[in-house]
Nanobody, 125 residues
């Protein structure tokens, strides 16, 4: 049974940090790009970051560049999103998702095969 489970969300003050984790079970990560997406009330879903299966290639939305870092531990079947210098506009439900991709150095997160259920991040004083 394929399962992606996000954790690490919560309430944080502006300027603070959180680390989201995405624990994956039911398949191995060897040939999957993993992406983090977010959805805020009244806004379209936004792709925040994507990482190749090798971990060598990453990309970020302009809105989070320099503040967020994506990483993965394939041995642990877990992907992380370190979020620093958080702003109120980062408030959203954050989802991890997986896309099958045989090109291990290519970060492809446009046709996701599997999704998690989300973790709420609230940035507020």
């Amino acid at each position: 049974q394929v399962q992606l489970e996000e954790s690490g969300g919560g309430l944080v003050q502006p300027g603070g940090s959180l680390r989201l984790s995405c624990a994956i079970s039911g398949f191995t990560l060897d040939y999957y790009s993993i992406g983090w997406f977010r959805e805020a009330p009244g806004k379209e879903r936004e792709r925040v970051s994507c990482i190749s299966s090798s971990g060598e290639t990453t990309d970020y939305a302009d809105s989070v560049k320099g503040r967020f870092t994506i990483s993965r531990d394939n041995a642990e079947n877990t992907v992380y999103l370190q979020m620093n210098s958080l702003k109120p506009e980062d408030t959203a439900d954050y989802y991890c998702a997986a896309q099958f991709n045989v090109h291990t150095d290519q970060a492809r997160c446009d046709l996701m095969n599997y999704w998690g259920k989300g973790s709420l991040v609230t940035v507020s004083s």
